[in-house]
């Protein structure tokens, strides 16, 4: 008979796997919980077990799983009608050192929950040492690029559609007008319009023409969305064909590979926002936005991530974006600090108010409005430098 | 100049890669949008854009967009108050080949809107065999476990804490009881309590002595869920060790690596829900949850989806559980169906209804209620195959 009884003295039967040894406090998660604050309280003990042990109450009683293993509920404090914003630390142990087992205990099974709303997520310094975050970071970025202070712009060559050889001519232009980082579309992926090699043969050498022309460096980031078992080797391929960078959407394929792809292609990596807003949707439930494309991404390795800036077409607030600024570049022990890419229909007029939420560490990506200015994309491109070139401060 | 007016005549300019020639018609997809109808039959088209060419409209005019890129708006028919049902045609190029390009035109980019929710996914034949699904399938489990009809029974070792060989113990006593799959929580990863090597190689060699004993063939799946560049390594791992199949939270990981995992370790695959509530938690916006757990997730490739059953500790409905069956088994362009695992805080004495709503391709998952019901687990484990193999059909 096994010893399936709660309250067995576990380390009398460990083996020499534990317990653990680590003083570090783990990883501090804050809930928007849905009730009252004593049920609010019931649902923070549960929640701190079914994001750990996942076993009923019983079977994960006493000191052993009390101090390794369960989610501590730090407080529970009433947050608006029916609503309370629980605090919960979970140990280090139970996070251990992957970014997937961290997103899974940040949300995994409540998610499956009502009335659970990710409010914030802060590992210890130590917790996120292990998980890592960017490679490059603001500061390594600029470095790629030879700029040092200024806001950066993006673009992108689309739309899905185009052969390699219109996409490729869209960059000469768009980098010869003094963009600096020029991204495939999120869904230009290796459909037959343009296969992945040859466009990024073709985008890359376009680029590479007008840098040496410019004396600039503008950064190609082709999309590497892809297959489980090629997206590295595309990152790689885009590497070696002179991509400056590389553009993936971390919750279709997965965040972790931010961090193989930096890794693997020695490459920036630019984090795209599809499937995100299933995530933040709703205010009673899911994960906020700054903690989502914020500090998660961050925390995966994102360098610089897109998301719907306010404005666009997608109906974001200001506020909701100078969230995820802060996210991006707060202080989450000794993390790399990411660039913020504002997008989503954009147009050039917002440039202005734009700088005054995110400062000059801000990447603005504008797309269509830059196409259609006027026909001469390179002189679209100029302007838009322009308007951060201009700037006094 | 770049040949950025809209009129452009394309197919002047294309090189050798378009336009395409295939005739296969796509990938269709039913939307819940918010609004009148006449709200919904503008927003349909715009969505229709937003998931394929992504820029203005009048970027994306005439007709070599409209024939071979852009959605194609077939219905807007009023759902509700203020709700219209709209089905949306994609190109089949524009998918393409690849589940993670399939996963954001369905949702990717409107996922950031407000009122968009994924009714149903319909492939056609033909993209659904280049998409691929399940290695395995129903029948490919039986085959591997040798139990051709009744309904199968899996359970869990857990809970996270426990070492190797308290784990090893648990999963002799459930594969010794007749349990046909014996799995790891989903949150045991590689943490310092039971590290995957050692976890791995002592529960599949308890599991192998416990077949040894019965002459029943109980597959072990072990947690693969971890890094992108070790994930597969894991399962490799785990099939030298003699794991029978494995368990990964794609939600998580990238549902992609349901299909690499599957092949290159040449084991079925399970998929646990993990995440999977923020797409479905409301009912306005996101993926319903068939369309998710169901469709997606067996053309990704899962030979078995966990699910949370209703009447567990999760809130869900057997209307929405039966919806989820249908979408594993139906037809599907010849895709293999999968096999449903309710699951979720179920009790032994929930197993004769739940009988009655998925028949006998079904596995069911009790882990908690298995370990509560006497300190024997393999006299429980023996008790829950009893109530299915007395089932008189």
Redesign the interface.
């Known amino acids: 008979?096994?010893?399936?009884?709660p309250d067995l003295p576990?380390s009398s039967?460990?083996?020499s796997?534990?317990p653990?040894s680590t003083e570090d406090e783990g990883l501090v998660v804050t809930y928007l919980l849905k009730g009252d604050p004593a049920d609010c309280a019931r649902r923070a003990r549960l929640l701190s077990i079914e994001?750990?042990?996942?076993?009923?109450p019983?079977?994960?009683a006493g000191e052993?799983?009390e101090k390794?293993?369960l989610g501590r509920v730090e407080s529970v404090v009433p947050a608006g009608p029916d609503r309370c914003e629980v605090v919960v630390r979970f140990p280090a142990?139970?996070v251990?050192?992957?970014?997937?087992?961290l997103?899974?205990?940040v949300?995994?099974?409540?998610?499956?929950?009502?009335g659970v709303r990710v409010a914030s997520v802060r590992p210890t310094a130590a917790l996120a040492a292990r998980i890592g975050g960017p490679r490059f970071g603001i500061a390594g970025v600029r470095t790629r690029l030879g700029v040092p202070e200024r806001p950066l712009l993006m673009s992108a060559v689309?739309?899905?559609?185009?052969?390699?050889?219109?996409l490729a001519?869209?960059a000469?232009?768009l980098a010869r007008g003094g963009i600096d980082l020029v991204k495939d579309?999120?869904?230009i992926?290796?459909?037959?319009?343009?296969?992945f090699e040859?466009r990024v043969e073709a985008v890359s050498a376009a680029v590479a023409r007008a840098n040496r022309e410019t004396g600039r460096r503008c950064l190609y980031c082709p999309t590497v969305?892809?297959?489980?078992?090629v997206l590295?080797d595309r990152a790689r391929f885009a590497r070696d064909a002179g991509a400056g960078a590389v553009l993936l959407?971390p919750?279709?394929?997965?965040p972790?590979?931010l961090?193989?792809v930096a890794r693997?292609a020695d490459l920036p990596v630019v984090a795209h926002?599809?499937?995100?807003?299933?995530?933040f949707?709703?205010d009673d439930?899911?994960?906020a936005l700054p903690a989502l494309l914020g500090t998660l991404m961050r925390l995966a390795g994102a360098d610089l991530v897109v998301f719907?800036g306010w404005g666009g077409r997608?109906?974001?607030t200001r506020e909701g974006c100078a969230a995820v600024d802060r996210a991006l570049k707060d202080d989450l022990g000794g993390v790399r600090p990411a660039f913020p890419v504002p997008a989503?229909g954009l147009s050039l007029s917002h440039v202005p108010e734009l700088l005054g939420v995110f400062g000059r560490d801000v990447v603005f990506l504008i797309?269509?409005?830059l196409?259609?200015r006027s026909?001469?994309?390179?002189a679209n491109a100029a302007y838009f430098l322009s308007l951060v070139e201009a700037r006094p401060d």
């Open positions: 008979m096994s010893p399936i009884r576990s039967t460990r083996d796997f534990g653990p994001q750990t042990a996942e076993v009923s019983g079977l994960c052993f799983f390794h293993v142990d139970v251990g050192t992957e970014f997937a087992q997103f899974s205990v949300f995994g099974n409540v998610s499956l929950w009502e689309k739309p899905l559609g185009r052969s390699p050889s219109e001519a869209y000469y232009d579309d999120h869904g992926t290796d459909q037959v319009f343009a296969p040859a969305t892809g297959p489980a078992d590295v959407s919750l279709v394929v997965g972790d590979f961090r193989v693997e926002p599809a499937l995100a807003g299933a995530f949707a709703h439930h899911g994960i719907p997608f109906p974001f989503g797309g269509s409005a196409y259609e026909p001469d994309l390179a």
